[in-house]
């Protein structure tokens, strides 16, 4: 059984920071493209930022020069620093990850979510 576990998420102030972890646990061969999605409701999902296992990244618009994100290959875990965090940046956040399952005939790389971390920027 494959699981994505969030964590950090937490009321901050406009301006401030916070900085979300994602795990992937159990039994998988690798872990390729890993993200973080966030969503309010009403509105589709979102992407914020992606990192694939070479470290290359890509951000939303909104969040480019204030969110980072990063990767430790060696606990399969994903980070999102944030900083100069806005009103609207208050969401769920998701973790998502493409992660390569062994199977009996070969392997199957399968799309995994996190459960969502409530992040609430307001004064």
């Known amino acids: 059984q494959v699981q994505l576990v969030e964590s950090g998420g937490d009321l901050v102030q406009p301006g401030g920071s916070l900085r979300l972890s994602c795990a992937a646990s159990g039994s998988f061969v690798r872990v390729n493209g890993m993200g973080w999605y966030r969503q309010v409701p009403g509105k589709e999902r979102e992407l914020v930022a992606r990192i694939v296992n070479g470290g290359s990244t890509n951000y939303a618009d909104s969040v480019k020069g204030r969110f980072t994100i990063s990767r430790d290959n060696a606990k399969n875990t994903v980070y999102l620093q944030m900083s100069s965090l806005k009103p609207e940046d208050t969401a769920v956040y998701y973790c998502?990850?493409?992660?390569?399952?062994?199977?009996?005939?070969?392997?199957?790389?399968?799309?995994?979510w996190g459960q969502g971390t409530q992040v609430t920027v307001s004064s």
């Open positions: 998502n990850a493409l992660i390569v399952i062994a199977r009996a005939y070969g392997v199957t790389v399968n799309d995994y």
